[in-house]
Nanobody, 120 residues
């Protein structure tokens, strides 16, 4: 399995915004649910947002108010729009497929992720 390649991370001030991107083959995009995950320093990797093949979204906790996952079938891309970011959002962010909730595990290989650092 070739891991997905995430991009769009960087240093952002609290309250700012970022959009993460993840190119996905059309075959995977049509066949599988997709999700974004993150791993903060010293913590386990956790689900950030999931989206099913029919566009149903899933967000844990309060992230729904600030994060938006989307999929673009024409561009074969998965996005994570992050608004009003907070220092606790600092983490490495990953995309993967085969799962869109915390009740399952993704089936793709993990890529290197993209680092998001929220700091003033």
């Amino acid at each position: 399995q070739v891991p997905l390649v995430e991009s769009g991370g960087g240093l952002v001030q609290p309250g700012g915004s970022l959009r993460l991107s993840c190119p996905v083959s059309g075959r995977l995009l049509r066949a599988y649910d997709m999700a974004w995950y993150r791993r903060a320093p010293g913590k386990e990797r956790e689900l950030v947002a999931g989206i099913t093949t029919v566009g149903r979204t899933n967000y844990p906790g309060s992230l729904k108010d600030r994060f938006t996952i989307s999929r673009d079938g024409a561009k074969n891309m998965i996005y994570l729009q992050m608004n009003d970011v907070k220092p606790e959002d600092t983490a490495v962010y990953f995309c993967n497929y085969g799962c869109s909730s915390s009740q399952c595990r993704p089936i793709g290989s993990w890529g290197q992720g993209t680092q998001v650092t929220v700091s003033s």
